[in-house]
């Protein structure tokens, strides 16, 4: 395959200015602001994290704020945007970064160390925090590599697309039209726009999968039932097992789908608290 990049560096670089978006994250180089929403942002659609964002740095506004806080007030400030994990991730990151001597780590084999961060967010935060070069593959990127580079083939996997991705990625930060930062807030905007204009390349991608239905799964009952145990937190009332069964369901039926089963409800509970994201009290149990 015969690949000029000079050329596609320039058509996305000018695409990528007539496409902006001047989304709020985009406005500040602080790591700990960018990592935010870099991890809000891995399956949350951009409008739905503009606000989430702000509010979660009203509520946590410095990595000390952060890691001082509960975990139940982190999982509480979560709601709504999937994969609770995720939220314990980033405030077991936030309480290790406050104990290292040189503050937020800048190199990939320190981000990755992280719990929660993967190759692709600790090239975000290099890129976007501090311009530093590296393989930032997301969506929006991978969608443009595979419209310019493989748009009659299927099956194409990351090794193929990553030596692309590696060389055309800037290595000096010195120009701000054309840096880390620059290049792959170009990237992500002109994905974007080809995702609404174009079928979705990202279904050539040996790498795409079709996201499971949420909605009366074992994950939207894991999240409801955590839902019932913030809010049991917030009123200082644990719950018992019955009590918590019977709200799960009592909601469960508001939606009109069948009563989550006793053996399946043990199996939430059981994995909640294995997993850290509530607790059994003399009381009852609590997130």
């Not at 989304?23 to 659609?45: A, G």
């Not at 040996?206 to 809010?231: D, M, N, P, V, Y």
Request: glycine letters at 6%; charged letters at 25%.
């Amino acid at each position: 395959m015969s690949v000029d990049l000079t050329a596609f560096r320039v058509k996305v670089l000018a695409e990528g200015q007539t496409h902006y978006r001047d989304l709020p994250w985009r406005n500040t180089h602080d790591p700990y602001h960018i990592w935010i929403s870099e991890v809000m942002l891995q399956q949350t659609q951009v409008s739905r994290v503009d606000g989430r964002w702000q509010r979660w740095l009203n509520r946590f506004p410095s990595i000390e704020a952060l890691a001082q806080a509960d975990s139940a007030e982190v999982l509480d400030e979560w709601q709504g945007l999937g994969y609770n994990r995720r939220a314990l991730s980033v405030h077991k990151a936030a309480q290790q970064i406050v104990t290292l001597p040189n503050g937020f780590p800048t190199q990939t084999k320190e981000l990755v160390a992280l719990p929660g961060i993967g190759p692709a967010t600790a090239a975000g935060i290099r890129a976007f925090a501090f311009e530093l070069p590296g393989v930032y593959l997301e969506t929006n990127v991978r969608t443009v590599f595979l419209h310019e580079f493989f748009p009659q083939q299927e099956g194409i996997s990351d090794k193929q697309i990553i030596p692309l991705v590696e060389k055309t990625c800037p290595t000096d930060a010195s120009n701000p039209q054309d840096n880390p930062r620059s290049w792959y807030y170009a990237l992500l905007d002109y994905g974007a726009y080809l995702k609404k204009v174009v079928p979705n390349p990202s279904r050539r991608s040996k790498t795409h999968s079709k996201q499971s239905k949420f909605e009366g799964s074992h994950r939207q009952k894991r999240a409801e039932l955590l839902r019932i145990l913030l809010e049991a937190r917030r009123l200082a009332t644990p719950m018992g097992e019955l009590e918590l069964a019977l709200a799960l369901n009592a909601q469960e039926a508001q939606a009109h789908r069948p009563e989550v089963e006793h053996e399946e409800f043990i199996k939430l509970l059981t994995e909640l608290s294995r997993e850290g994201f509530c607790k059994k009290t003399t009381t009852g149990w609590i997130a």
